[in-house]
């Protein structure tokens, strides 16, 4: 089984931050796009369904195999459209970018966050999106095997 590069990660924590901004309210339909736009976003878990092959070891927790240097990234979503992906206090690579950027949008319901970097999208389905949290999933088939990715992201 391939192991995940990492800039699929980067991209895959992109689309999850998005999904984060999916919020409800009781009396009204509250505008995911706000709370989306509202600040910036961390990755705080990242699970896999069934165990994903992490450097030859399956494993379910992804986010506790991240380095420091991932965890502090932050993804930020601009009101025009635009998504940046900044590396925080710490790089992994030095000679990467500080930020890099994509697009982002919802689908019609706000349900639906994809988001496109470098010529790939992903769409990641929007399970909440509230003030300071957002979680999200989205499925990856690889050799044979769906795995479905669940991330939570936190406001910064």
Do not use: R
Request: aromatic letters at 10%; one cysteine or more.
């Amino acid at each position: 089984m391939k192991a995940i590069s990492f800039k699929a990660l980067v991209v895959l924590f992109g689309l999850l931050a998005i999904n984060l901004m999916s919020c409800k309210d009781d009396d009204a339909k509250p505008d995911k796009t706000k709370v989306l736009t509202g600040g910036n976003w961390k990755l705080t878990a990242l699970t896999s369904d069934p165990a994903f092959e992490w450097f030859g070891t399956p494993v379910t927790n992804i986010y506790a195999q991240l380095p420091a240097c991932i965890k502090d990234d932050l993804t930020i979503f601009k009101t025009n459209g635009s998504v940046n992906f900044d590396e925080g206090a710490s790089k992994c690579d030095p000679n990467d970018p500080q930020t890099t950027s994509g697009t982002w949008t919802f689908n019609t319901d706000q349900t639906i966050l994809s988001v496109t970097t470098d010529g790939e999208t992903e769409s990641w389905n929007v399970e909440e999106l509230k003030n300071n949290t957002f979680k999200a999933h989205y499925e990856i088939t690889e050799e044979g095997v769906t795995y479905t990715f669940t991330v939570t992201f936190q406001k910064n």
